[in-house]
């Protein structure tokens, strides 16, 4: 005999969590369930960002959308995540760099950011600590960051307030489905069972969706990440360069974290990606590069975490197409973060049969029947630029 509720969902990652805290909130009876614990994964081991810059035209509705509950997120869940809206800056130190800026800044214009470009003496100027050799910059005061350590289980705890329960080290093996229903259990999950079933696995998604006759090219990696001593408060806004060798910011606590590309791909347990230690020097290296003040810094910690990517760099979300009462929300291909609660609500509202606010046929999974264009970041950001399936 299984336990019943009205839905199930798969993984306490951000998308997971958010989707079960406003299915909650819309009445239902949820089920998170996780196989480790909560927000430990990508959700939790990532920078921080909520980059608005430089999204590709698709994500503006649903990432403004997103970046409204961050903006409130201590009104909606009752709890701070560290939101601070620091503002993000973009440089170029070189002439693809430069081209790239400058298409980043008018397309997330047309997405409707406010976004200044400073060139000459104005990065100078703006950027101080910057090394000479910085050819253009860009600056969206309304990107911002908040504690991905914190942020998840804040939510889960809201959704609990909600009266969805959570099922924490708790893997599912099994899902079975009858003409109605799905049953999922594990050896520690005891089965459950609810005519609806959200995919939002992460980094493991993809198993899940071909179980039901949906492959998808899902990719599993990490960017290296790196956190210095803390060190005096001086650097507010966030700054990444556009080349993708190095991404900075400081925490009020004093500790500044960076990242830098290529993403390393999983190691094949799938629970992990590690650092490998030319990334670490690479890293070092490129800090000390752009903003020398830093090259004595002492990095206490280095570690990545397993994201998984979609060649479009466009997440999946919404209904299967081959199986009613499954839903899918993964793929967040390294800007997962920042989307997350708009992913959450719009997937619940669309579960619900509610009207949702942005057009979410982007996001379809439907796309995977057809050949997807691989974006152009796909083979800048990665050591392999091809994608395997999982
Ligand atoms: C190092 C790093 C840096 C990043 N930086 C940023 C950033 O600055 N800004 C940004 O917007 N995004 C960033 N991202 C991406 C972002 O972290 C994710 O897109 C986002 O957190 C969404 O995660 P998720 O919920 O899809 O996956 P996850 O957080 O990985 O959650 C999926 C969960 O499913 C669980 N699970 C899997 N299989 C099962 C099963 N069979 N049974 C039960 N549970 C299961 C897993 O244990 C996991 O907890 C970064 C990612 C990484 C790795």
Redesign the pocket.
């Known amino acids: 005999m299984s336990r019943g509720f009205d839905a199930i969902i798969?993984?306490?990652?951000?998308?997971?969590s958010f989707t079960a805290l406003f299915l909650s909130r819309l009445g239902k009876r949820v089920a998170l369930?996780?196989?480790?614990l909560v927000?430990?994964?990508?959700?939790?081991?990532?920078?921080?960002?909520?980059?608005l810059q430089g999204r590709s035209r698709e994500q503006y509705p649903l990432s403004l959308m997103a970046q409204h509950h961050w903006e409130t997120f201590d009104t909606l869940i009752g709890e701070t995540c560290e939101y601070d809206r620091n503002g993000m800056v973009y440089f170029a130190h070189s002439e693809g760099g430069r081209e790239r800026l400058l298409k980043y800044a008018a397309s997330s214009r047309a997405g409707g950011l406010e976004i200044e470009v400073w060139q000459g003496e104005e990065i100078g100027l703006h950027l101080p600590w910057l090394s000479g050799g910085s050819l253009i910059a860009s600056y969206s005061p309304r990107c911002a960051v908040a504690n991905?350590r914190i942020a998840?289980p804040a939510v889960v705890r809201a959704m609990i307030r909600s009266g969805g329960v959570l099922f924490e080290r708790?893997?599912?093996?099994d899902i079975n489905r009858s003409q109605t229903h799905f049953t999922v259990s594990?050896p520690s999950l005891p089965p459950i069972s609810a005519p609806v079933l959200v995919n939002?696995?992460?980094?493991?998604a993809g198993a899940i969706s071909a179980q039901f006759g949906e492959p998808v090219p899902l990719m599993s990696a990490?960017?290296p990440?790196f956190v210095t001593e803390p060190l005096p408060y001086v650097l507010r806004p966030s700054v990444y360069a556009i080349e993708g060798d190095m991404i900075l910011r400081q925490v009020p606590r004093g500790n500044f974290i960076f990242?830098g590309y290529p993403r390393t791909h999983a190691n094949q347990d799938g629970r992990h990606?590690f650092v490998p230690p030319h990334k670490i020097l690479n890293g070092m290296r490129a800090v000390a590069k752009h903003v020398p003040a830093l090259r004595n810094a002492e990095i206490i910690r280095v570690w990545?975490?397993?994201?998984?990517y979609l060649p479009d760099m466009l997440p999946a979300v919404g209904a299967s197409q081959t199986t009613t009462g499954l839903f899918h929300?993964?793929g967040?291909?390294?800007?997962?973060?920042?989307?997350?609660p708009a992913v959450g609500e719009c997937l619940a509202l669309q579960i619900h049969g509610q009207e949702v606010p942005v057009d979410m046929a982007p996001f379809s999974i439907a796309r995977f029947t057809s050949s997807v264009e691989d974006s152009e970041k796909l083979a800048r950001e990665f050591d392999q630029p091809s994608a395997t399936s999982t």
């Open positions: 798969i993984g306490a990652g951000l998308f997971g369930v996780e196989r480790g927000g430990a994964q990508s959700s939790g081991a990532n920078f921080g960002g909520l980059r991905p998840t708790s893997e599912i093996t594990g939002a696995a992460g980094g493991w990490g960017p990440q990242a990606t990545s975490g397993v994201e998984g929300a993964f967040g291909s390294g800007g997962g973060f920042q989307i997350a």
